[in-house]
T-cell receptor, first 115, second 111 residues
Framework: ETGVTQTPRHLVMGMTNKKSLKCEQH?????MYWYKQSAKKPLELMFVYNFKEQTENNSVPSRFSPECPNSSHLFLHLHTLQPEDSALYLC??????????????FGPGTRLTVL | SQQGEEDPQALSIQEGENATMNCSYK?????LQWYRQNSGRGLVHLIL?????REKHSGRLRVTLDTSKKSSSLLITASRAADTASYFCAVRVVGTYKYIFGTGTRLKVLA
């Protein structure tokens, strides 16, 4: 256990559905991240929040909508997804977004399948 | 593309042998980190080296960093079957909150 939990662990949704992924960290960190991991591709950073403010949006399509209500919780709202969005979505946290000693702690991921 | 690249893509060794994997990147960095991932699960942080450091050790791990060549290597000594996993390098891009991950090396340690 890394102190970062993600729910659900598995999600199957149709292209017209709306669903949300949830991430919670119990580490007292101030930065949180969403990553996408597709088969045979490097881990792709999607969003970064530092002290609840979005500091990075890596040109992510608007069908992915993040929300960070506080430093412990991060959501990824999904709507009208495409089959190519099927992937493992990983959440991570770190003490802060800046600084030189910021290792990231990852959750177990949500395996998303879009039909 | 700013993505890092790692080589080899896959490595198979016998238990007790050393494993070396390399990472190259293209951007200016604050630090470089190595992570391990078991079978499509979350990543586990192994070691971080700052841009002004050249070498770092942690248990059986040794990391080197050459910022002039924009490359790093991870050495795992006396490997064990439990070291079987994918290993990724990640760089924190200077002046940003962005991390760029490499393509990963799949290590298999045979008992």
């Amino acid at each position: 256990e890394t102190g970062v939990t993600q729910t659900p662990r598995h999600l199957v949704m149709g292209m017209t559905n709306k669903k949300s992924l949830k991430c919670e960290q119990h580490l007292g960190h101030n930065a949180m991240y969403w990553y996408k991991q597709s088969a045979k591709k490097p881990l792709e950073l999607m969003f970064v929040y530092n002290f609840k403010e979005q500091t990075e949006n890596n040109s992510v399509p608007s069908r992915f909508s993040p929300e960070c209500p506080n430093s412990s919780h991060l959501f990824l709202h999904l709507h009208t997804l495409q089959p190519e969005d099927s992937a493992l979505y990983l959440c991570a946290s770190s003490p802060s977004g800046g600084g030189d000693y910021n290792e990231q702690f990852f959750g177990p991921g949500t395996r998303l399948t879009v039909l | 593309s700013q993505q890092g690249e790692e080589d080899p893509q896959a490595l198979s060794i016998q238990e007790g042998e050393n494993a070396t994997m390399n990472c190259s990147y293209k951007t200016s960095i604050n630090n470089l980190q190595w992570y391990r991932q078991n079978s499509g699960r979350g990543l586990v942080h192994l070691i971080l080296i700052r841009s002004n450091e050249r070498e770092k050790h942690s248990g059986r791990l040794r990391v080197t960093l050459d910022t002039s060549k924009k490359s790093s290597s991870l050495l795992i000594t006396a490997s064990r079957a439990a070291d079987t996993a994918s290993y990724f390098c990640a760089v924190r891009v200077v002046g940003t909150y962005k991390y760029i991950f490499g393509t990963g090396t799949r290590l298999k340690v045979l008992a």
